[in-house]
């Protein structure tokens, strides 16, 4: 049986304003009044003081790594580094550059989670960031695309087909692996494994174990922020909920509390417990998906097929529920786009209770098989420093002792008001992701209960007026933190999207922690991650 | 008859000769002339005299001078002798004409050619002298001569990136060998009339117990040294790692032989042992050489190094052959005696040509890509086909892939060993039972080992940045592969006309004849033939064997090892009629194919490489990579030593490199020679200990030796 | 471990009887809209433009549907000033209207059936859907068709996504590694006109851009047994929806 450690991260509250008020002291920066209350805004003025800004936020301090978000203004580039103060809001370091500009310090080498977020920007923006260990082939595959397109540069005309045309013989894989006789075995992107999503892998390997697994990914990438600007809220709102279906209703949730953010909206309190249940129900369902996976990958048919008819369950109760298997066209900006009667909610009820039930079943049975035990224990094992230099998220960081919880440590919505645990785990291996899995499961089915006992009858939405402005809107997403950056124009049209998602995260961290294992373990390692490339890709 | 064959070896030794004066007075083209042409001669005369002694049956014999106090020089060219100088002179024919090819296209006149050609002939002729010297003096010199010879040769290229110290250990392995076989001629040769041979056979018949073991021990020891077997191979792989290519096929498919030559002359001919102790013995070095031999070549990748171990396990094979054929005869039993010694003679001869085939292929390779790493060839195929298919057929030949000729010995020698049954003691039979499976085990990995040998270099895509340069010259067929891989083909398909003139040599060693039991004329015969039990012969003509008899020659087409149970079909193999029913089926397979997938069409582009734009070198499979799974499981055996394991990383978690890098000590060293040389070296410091150079301490020395001395002489 | 098979012993057979008879549980689909009359032309305009990819077509009263464009934002549909009826079934994969001569496979294709499914910038949802067929309560080998890694054995190409710039040249590969007879099934609103991600320098808008599509499977996703619908079509097992003539 499966020893249950649910229990709250051992963190303390950062006091935010004291954290500031230090960085202020040691550090040439004004702190700026933000739009928003959320977020503090500090304002570097030295650019060499980066880096030891940066260095002390993430380290000395303890916050998470939220990301990067570059935004072309009409007269500057605005450079923001988004930090989470744990259970005290968000910390934004701020940095203009004039346009000319085309370098600036990278923190990669200090925070190693802003790695794959400044190659982003040197790939889209043509900004280089000095000192980075290793810039160049990410987002768009030297292959294909020649040097210097910035397509996310505002002179850009992304809706005008841009020939990558070229097949650029000369491209090689940077491969680390020194050994004599070591080859990289390619994997994907039409992914050998069947049914799955197109990820290009090179297996380091001198023959039998792998040493080294360097995903090359963003084949998937439709530019999604990009194409998003110049259009009104209600058409990115489709872009925002259908780049990434397994947790869309999280990231156009995400999306709606940017824009509500801007508009100052209240959104009615039914609206919110409803959100609150319906983002339960996706991490339930998407938490059976990844067991089903989890399941399959090491080849135990049965149970691979149990969690998958949950899964499938999960999805018709979701359908007869919402009208929708993936609950798109839900959220709107300042509640939600329908309602739901006391009978449609006790069917979902019933439907989650059995799924969790199944689910314990499933997780009793699955804790007494040996044979698939010994696949997961020790499997892609993630030290819990490792966990932390890497800013992993999500289960997976949590299954690694890390992990933020953003209901918990910067809570939006309703979830203050509920009881949920957070799992935690140490030994960081598939059998730990397992069991965080599980058990966040559970915690999902448990909320869902209760707020269907708790429903408010009030209305479901608020009318909401797009601003200018811009804000910044977070939810946890089931597989980690998701934020989503928006600047709204003055006709209220989009000016700058940014989507940083917890798959973009994590992939950077699976593929600098898994080092060394074995072959055939390789598709268990990568189903105990549950990663989304689609996500990642935007 | 008598009188042709002496003139041959006349005409040999004279050919020998003007080799040598020409090669070492012509210069420029001449001397690869004189190399290309004298050699053929000389090959033409060694095959044509072997093959009339083994199609006559008639020895003959020449006396040289007398050297007082030594006794007669005495030439005899006897069976066992043809086979060899047979298989001598098969070798040297195209080996000769691809030095003259390769030093014609590789060095022009900057190469030591005149030097290599006197050395060449010379070595020739000790060779033979080696083969058909019929008394212990003349064989022993020429023994010698072949060892420094060999050494001259290894050495000659001199380039300053070649190991220059493997030929020594290769000369100094030898010279120790060469001290064994002394001690083993005397030790045999001690109360008989004189040392020719005959008189050494003679003496063979009374020799004690003891006698015959020692000469055994020592005759095994010295002569396992140039037969490459374990413990005192470790020599091998350096000295054809550094050999020139125009050497190694003569090092590999000639002068190995000789290991085997002495083996059977000595502790078969004039000295046999009466017990299975002997034999026994034979059989389980052969067989660990075999294994040992194969695993390292599995994991090697380095071509001609990979191409060494491999003949160390061919000569286990052979000598656990040899070793079957000494236990069934000193048990008694005739006929498995003959069989397996005829699966030893015969596994020689295959050998030979396909390892000759293999070292011309490697350093056509070699010229070609200026690489032997398999790691970095790769795609081969595509610029040299012609000499991807010779080479695909040696491959086949030695991993025992019919129809060629290395399954027709391997398959030999396993049922000969399969023969234990008729054996009385329990405890051999496991034995045997134990060295069968392990050349089981050796055969399938040579499968292994030279489907990756090929695959590794010739498909695929090219790996390395090598430049194809000289692949027009080297990269077509050429006579002197062509000629091999087509004696690879005849050897494995008609191997019925081959085992009866083996037996010519196997009969009187044996004391039986394996032909009557390998290949029974059941073609010709009767079903009332009284040599043949009834139940057979009617078995055979059931099957329509006799049909045969109308069309084809001599004594048909089906090999057998016939035990003495009722059922004689069980080990019938028939590789000639394999090839015809194979081919049948594969032509039938063909037409089916066809007539049943008209109405799909195959598409036929770039290979599947999951939708990548183009399939990258650093993306194929390595040597390493393929052989890894092998250098995992036998761990144990391998044991490597993690001499280098970093992870560079920039800023904490950039990794920028990682490397391992492994070594390996070869088992033998690790078990053998290095304990031998760590006592050794503790012995001379221990001796350079009591060097004090102090007079003090001498005279202290002298002394105590003399009251030791005093004391032993009051005590005796 | 002899639970695990009791265990699957004791929830029986949960499969589906599609095709044999119709899939009637709740869910399984999430239906679709459908061509509807309003009482004025002008109504059925203001019903064309609540859409925000133009799926919906007014033609005179009636508000017409391009299905493979609906990319289910249901903002026809819940709480809709015009409401569109809408229909919950799941067999209407239909032939693509750019398909010149679409034949479905030959006769040997019925019982064995091999596909390859390649993510072409697809959101995830219409590749969990095709994966959902290998689900038990769908359990597509029992009619034959299997899903294959490699394009060398594949029968019928599933696309899903609107095949993002990086993938271009992969889908090509797979396309052209297949061998023929072969058909080219575009799955959901992305890959048969781009869906919201539309047409841009990243992504083609659309499989047909690139292949010559056969069938098309709309909806965002299409839910599984729409699909199973679609590899029945191609098959010739099961008409194509819209009544259209198959040669
Ligand atoms: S559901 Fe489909 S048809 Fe209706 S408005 Fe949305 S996209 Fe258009």
């Known amino acids: 049986m499966a020893v249950i450690r649910a229990t709250d991260p051992p963190a303390e509250r950062l006091d935010r304003e004291a954290l500031i008020a230090d960085l202020q002291r040691r550090f040439h920066c004004d702190v700026a009044a933000t739009e928003s209350g959320t977020i503090a805004s500090i304002r570097v003025t030295d650019l060499s003081e980066l880096r030891p800004l940066c260095r002390s936020l993430f380290w000395d301090a303890g916050c998470g790594f939220g990301g990067i978000v570059v935004e072309e203004r009409p007269q500057s580039w605005e450079v923001r580094y988004i930090f989470l103060a744990r259970f005290a809001g968000w910390i934004e370091v701020l940095v203009s550059l004039p346009l000319s500009a085309t370098t600036l310090p990278s923190i990669s080498a200090e925070v190693h989670a802003a790695d794959w977020h400044e190659r982003e920007v040197e790939d889209l923006f043509g900004l280089r960031f000095e000192q980075h260990p290793r810039l160049g082939d990410f987002i768009l595959h030297d292959q294909f695309w020649g040097e210097g397109l910035a397509p996310f540069r505002k002179r850009f005309d992304i809706s005008k087909a841009h020939s990558n045309g070229q097949n650029n013989v000369s491209w090689r894989p940077l491969l680390v692996v020194r050994d004599p006789g070591a080859f990289a075995m390619p994997v994907g992107p039409v992914y050998e494994g069947g049914i799955g999503e197109s990820v290009h892998f090179m297996l380091e390997t001198v023959g039998e174990d792998v040493l080294r697994a360097i995903p090359r990914l963003f084949f998937n990438f439709r530019a999604v922020e990009k194409i998003a600007e110049g259009k009104d809220v209600g058409q990115a709102l489709l872009l925002a909920e259908r780049f990434a279906a397994k947790s869309s209703f999280a990231h156009s949730l995400a999306f709606c509390a940017a824009v509500e953010r801007i508009s100052g909206v209240n959104v009615p309190l039914r609206a919110k417990q409803l959100r609150v249940l319906l983002s339960e129900l996706e991490r339930l369902r998407h938490h059976a998906g990844v067991i089903a996976g989890i399941c399959e990958s090491t080849a135990l048919a049965v149970s691979a097929a149990h969690a998958a008819i949950i899964e499938e369950r999960l999805l018709r109760a979701s359908c007869c529920f919402t009208g929708h298997r993936y609950l798109f066209g839900l959220n709107i900006p300042g509640g939600l786009r329908r309602d739901f009667t006391e009978q449609q909610c006790q069917d979902l009820l019933s439907a989650v209770r059995l799924a969790a039930k199944q689910l314990e079943t499933l997780e009793d049975r699955l804790s007494f098989t040996s044979s698939f035990l010994d696949r997961l224990e020790e499997a892609g094992v993630v030290a819990p420093e490792t966990a932390r230099d890497l800013n992993l998220v999500g289960p997976v960081g949590r299954a690694s002792g890390c992990g933020h919880d953003l209901r918990k440590e910067c809570p939006y919505g309703l979830y203050k008001q509920y009881e949920f645990q957070v799992p935690s785990e140490k030994q960081g291996d598939g059998y730990a992701r397992l069991r965080v899995l599980f058990q966040e499961a559970y915690q999902s089915g448990t909320l869902v209960g209760d707020l269907i006992s708790s429903l408010d009858s009030g209305p479901i939405h608020a009318p909401c007026q797009s601003r200018q402005g811009f804000a910044l809107g977070w939810v946890e997403a089931p597989i980690g933190a998701t934020l989503h950056w928006l600047r709204l124009g003055e006709s209220g049209l989009v000016e700058r999207y940014r989507i940083i998602t917890p798959s973009f995260n994590n992939w950077l961290g699976f593929h600098v922690a898994v080092e060394d294992f074995a072959f055939q373990d390789f598709p268990i390692i990568l189903a105990t991650f549950g990663l989304s490339a689609t996500e990642c890709d935007r | 008859m008598y009188g042709v064959t002496q003139g041959l070896l006349f005409l040999f030794f004279i050919a020998c000769a003007c080799g040598i004066v020409l090669s070492a007075s012509s210069r420029g083209k001449a001397t690869l002339w004189t190399i290309a042409v004298f050699s053929t001669v000389c090959a033409l005369a060694l095959m044509a005299a072997a093959a009339l002694v083994l199609i006559s049956g008639q020895a003959p014999e020449m006396r040289l001078w007398t050297l007082e106090g030594f006794g007669r020089f005495t030439l005899r060219l006897d069976a066992l002798s043809s086979i060899f100088l047979f298989i001598c002179g098969l070798v040297y024919l195209p080996a000769s004409l691809f030095v003259a090819r390769y030093l014609g296209h590789r060095f022009e006149e900057r190469y030591p050619a005149r030097r290599f050609g006197v050395f060449h002939f010379a070595l020739m002729g000790s060779v033979v002298l080696i083969l058909i010297a019929h008394d212990a003096y003349s064989f022993l010199i020429s023994w010698e001569c072949m060892s420094i010879l060999c050494y001259l040769l290894v050495n000659y290229e001199q380039n300053p990136d070649t190991d220059t110290r493997a030929g020594y250990i290769m000369l100094a392995m030898s010279e120790a060998g060469f001290l064994c076989i002394v001690l083993a001629f005397v030790i045999v040769g001690r109360g008989a009339a004189d040392f020719s041979f005959a008189a050494l056979a003679a003496q063979g018949l009374r020799l004690s117990r003891g006698a015959i073991w020692g000469a055994f021990l020592l005759g095994f020891l010295g002569f396992g040294v140039k037969a490459g077997l374990v413990p005192v191979n470790f020599w091998l792989p350096r000295c054809y790692t550094a050999a020139p290519p125009t050497f190694i096929p003569i090092l590999a498919g000639v002068t190995l032989n000789l290991g085997f030559y002495g083996i059977l002359r000595l502790n078969m001919d004039l000295a046999p042992a009466h017990g299975w102790g002997t034999g026994l013995i034979a059989l389980v070095v052969g067989s660990l050489t075999a294994l040992v031999g194969i695993l390292y070549a599995t994991t090697e990748n380095d071509m001609k190094t990979m191409l060494a171990h491999s003949s160390i396990e061919n000569a286990g094979i052979i000598v656990a052959g040899i070793g079957a054929s000494m236990v069934f005869r000193g048990s008694g039993f005739a006929v498995p005696a003959a069989i397996a010694l005829t699966a030893a003679l015969y596994h020689t001869l295959n050998h030979s040509v396909y390892k000759t085939l293999l070292f011309q292929g490697s350093g056509e390779i070699e010229a070609a890509t200026g690489t032997r790493e398999m790691d970095r060839l790769g795609g081969l195929a595509r610029f040299a086909p012609g000499l991807s298919v010779v080479f695909l057929v040696a491959c086949l030949a030695i991993s025992a892939v019919p129809p060629f000729n290395g399954f027709v010995s391997e398959w030999i020698t396993l049922q000969s060993l399969l023969r234990s049954a008729v054996l009385a003691s329990s405890s051999v039979k496991i034995v045997f039972a134990l060295c069968g499976a392990t050349l089981a085990l050796t055969a399938a990995l040579a499968v292994t080992c030279f489907v990756k040998a090929y695959a590794m270099s010739f498909l695929g895509i090219k790996r390395g940045d090598w430049e194809p340069h000289s692949i027009k010259v080297f990269g077509h067929s050429h006579f002197s592969s062509v000629y091999l891989a087509i004696a690879c083909l005849l050897l494995g398909v008609l191997p019925t006309f081959v085992v009866p003139a083996l037996n010519r040599a196997v009969e009187p060693i044996a004391t039986a004849s394996a032909s009557a039991s390998l290949v029974p004329p059941f073609f010709t015969a009767t079903p009332t033939n009284q040599q043949l039990p009834p139940a057979f012969l009617q078995d055979f003509h059931n099957l329509g064997a006799q049909t045969g008899s109308k069309i084809l020659p001599g004594r048909g087409l089906v090999l057998l090892v016939r035990g003495a149970e009722q059922n004689p079909v069980v080990f019938a193999m028939s590789p000639s009629y394999s090839i015809v029913a194979l081919a049948f089926l594969l032509g039938l397979t063909w037409l089916i194919v066809r007539g049943a997938t008209q109405a799909r069409s195959v598409a036929r582009n770039e290979l599947w490489a999951g939708g990548i734009p183009r399939l990258l070198p650093e993306m194929s499979y390595t040597a390493t990579g393929f052989s890894n799974p092998v250098r995992v499981v036998f761990q144990a055996i391998f044991r490597p030593n993690i001499v280098e394991d970093t992870r560079e990383t920039v800023a904490v978690h950039f990794r920028t490199a990682i490397l391992r890098r492994r070594e390996e000590t070869h088992l033998v060293d690790r078990l053998f020679f290095h304990p031998v040389g760590d006592a050794v070296n503790w012995f001379a410091r221990l001796l350079a200990g009591m060097h004090h150079g102090r007079l003090n301490t001498y005279i202290a020395y002298g002394l105590v030796f003399l009251l030791l001395i005093l004391l032993l002489f009051r005590l005796t | ?247």
């Open chain 3, 1 to 247: 471990m002899s639970f695990w098979f009791w265990n699957g012993l004791r929830r029986g057979i949960q499969t589906t009887r599609y095709p044999k008879s119709m899939e009637l549980e709740r869910g399984v689909s999430p239906g679709r809209p459908v061509a509807t009359s309003f009482k004025s032309s002008a109504e059925a305009e203001q019903a064309a433009g609540q859409c925000p990819v133009g799926a919906i077509v007014a033609r005179d009263s009636v508000a017409d549907l391009e299905l493979g464009r609906c990319v289910y934002c249901q903002r026809c549909h819940f709480g809709a000033r015009y409401p569109l009826d809408w229909k919950y079934d799941y067999e209407w994969a239909q032939i693509f209207p750019g398909a010149q001569d679409f034949a479905v496979l030959p006769k040997p294709y019925r019982k064995s059936l091999h596909v390859i499914v390649v993510d072409a910038g697809d959101c995830g949802a219409c590749l969990h859907e095709v994966k959902q067929l290998n689900n038990p309560l769908y359990n597509v080998h029992r009619l034959g068709i299997f899903f294959t890694p490699t394009p060398r054995a594949a029968d019928v190409l599933l696309v899903v996504g609107p095949v993002s710039e990086n993938m271009r040249v992969p889908l090509q590969k797979t396309y052209e590694a297949m061998p023929d007879p072969k058909r080219v099934l575009a799955v959901g609103a992305c890959a048969i006109s781009g869906g919201v991600f539309g047409r841009s320098a990243m992504s083609a808008g659309g499989v047909a851009s690139i292949l010559p599509v056969d069938l098309e499977i709309p909806g965002d996703p299409p839910p599984p047994l729409a699909i199973l619908h679609g590899l029945l079509v191609a098959t010739g097992r099961k008409v194509p929806a819209a009544g259209a003539q198959v040669s």
